[in-house]
């Protein structure tokens, strides 16, 4: 059972997923809130998804009838425990067409993408090795390497965007040379919505041998993602940008590196001998995983892998393209409002009030009910380069609704007076 | 409740703001960043025989986080520093505690009475005390170096 494969049955053929934004709503249990006296408008998808009562009530099925210690021991329920955990990691694998054993949980992108830079990044870099990284990163995707090439004495590059907020992959072309050992970006930008040409990119570092590692955060709750397809090293995901819970994550590692990898981590269940003299470690993703695994996140995870596989998403990404449309079209209208990104990406918009600071919209809208983002979003690099030093951000997903974009316009319109 | 947050003398001072500038000749000076947001400001502090000749600033934010210096300038030029610090102490207080004093309001001025609001806005509290926390680190730093008393008597809490 596969249950993130988008469905073989052509749309509107018995059997055949459908998508009703108003029937994935109401499987979310919170969106059903009030904020501030206003009913919640939630519009920081890209910051953390909310979660399906299916995946709530994974957790609680879990910790009621198979909560048990993974790969330990004889008993019974320690085996129903570890099935639960293994079938989880099946289904993580799935959402991504990867093999199980190239699946490392882990406790999100930053720790994933840390995990990467520690044990990959240590063992390749060496004095004067480039590491080549964009404008567009996370934090989480620029200072570990950051970090790593201090440690080692390798260099960083950052790779510029074009003013329309794509990757400028000439720029990048001619940055990546014999000296480059990996290049790290992300596949979708979370302030910009930018979706990165990831298999380009593979192709480029293939033909000086860099590896590729891909910030996936913001990618699997909105587009489809086959890394086989993409061709990277590795890929890390969020569960919770995808309807899962926080604190749990996935690594993919291509086949050749999870064996080969040193861990970052030691402890317990990942041992194969252990003594002073010498030690050694198993192979397969368990070689990632020290310590007792985040087994009630993993099957959280899977239960959100299956909501995803429970809808059309080629018709939910549509719907959630149209409101991306809705908000563009209505801030053009809005005098001093502006739009940060290229017209057709992912379904992330950072806005702009001219004179008016990211945290002030930010709260006129939150007074509203209107939940977004105002910040640098942890993209510093970037808000240096759009020449701002913060942004506000309303990111879509698929229970949202274009009643919603109507509140959030006119919450911005309403901060526009008020500062006007 | 957001216009008893943005009230006009709030958005005037953010629009222009009073003793803005770096001033030519200053005893002190200490910043004040939030990372949260990337707000920024800078407090330039000169002292006289009687206590703060003038407080400065210098920095880009926010509307409250500007207002907030603003105001505090207006407020704190020309007291003594044990006036000062006890202004501080009670704007602090008004915007920031969880149980405010009943008089803290009383012991600040207009200006800074109305920006008490900001206190039920969790999450932009931090914009209100941002130049209040740099402030009490260029005081100290300015009667370190004029023999006065230590920094620890204004206070020397860390910005968030
Ligand atoms: C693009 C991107 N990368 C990395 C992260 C970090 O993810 P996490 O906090 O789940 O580790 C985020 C989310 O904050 C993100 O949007």
Redo the contacts with the bound molecule.
Sequence with gaps: MNPARQPSTAPGSPGALAFDPQTIRAQFPMLGATMNGKPLVYLDN??TTQRPRAVIDSVVEHWSSSNGPVSRGVHALGSLATEKYESARTAAAALLNAEPETIVFT?????GLNLVARSFGDELLGEGDEVVVTELE?H??FLPWRQACLRRGAVLRVAPITDTGELDMDALRAMVNERTRIVAV?H???VLGTVVPVSEIVSIARGVGAAVVV?G??APGHLPVDVQRLGCDFYAT?A??MFGP?GV?TLFMAPQWVDRLEPAQFGGGMVELASAEESTWITGPHRFEAGTPNTEGAVGLAAAVAFLGSFDRAAARAHEHALRDAIVAGLGEIPKARVYGPADGAPIVSIGLEGVHAHDLATVLDAEGVAVRAGHM?CQPLMRRLGVPALTRASIAPYNTHAEVEALLGAVRRAGQLFA | MLESLYQQILLDHSRHPCHHGRPERFDAEAEGHNPICGDKVRVFVTLNDDGIEEVRFEGAGCAISQASASMMTNALSGLSIEEATAVRAAFLDLVAAAEPDKTSGERVNEELRSMAEVRRFPARVKCATLAWHALARALGEALKGSGGPPSGAVGGEKTG
Excluded at chain 1, 107 to 111: A, N, Q, R
């Design positions: 890209a910051a406790k999100g992108v930053t720790d996370h989480s995707n992300t979708v930008s979370n910030d955060a913001q969020s919770h940008k926080a994550g942890c």
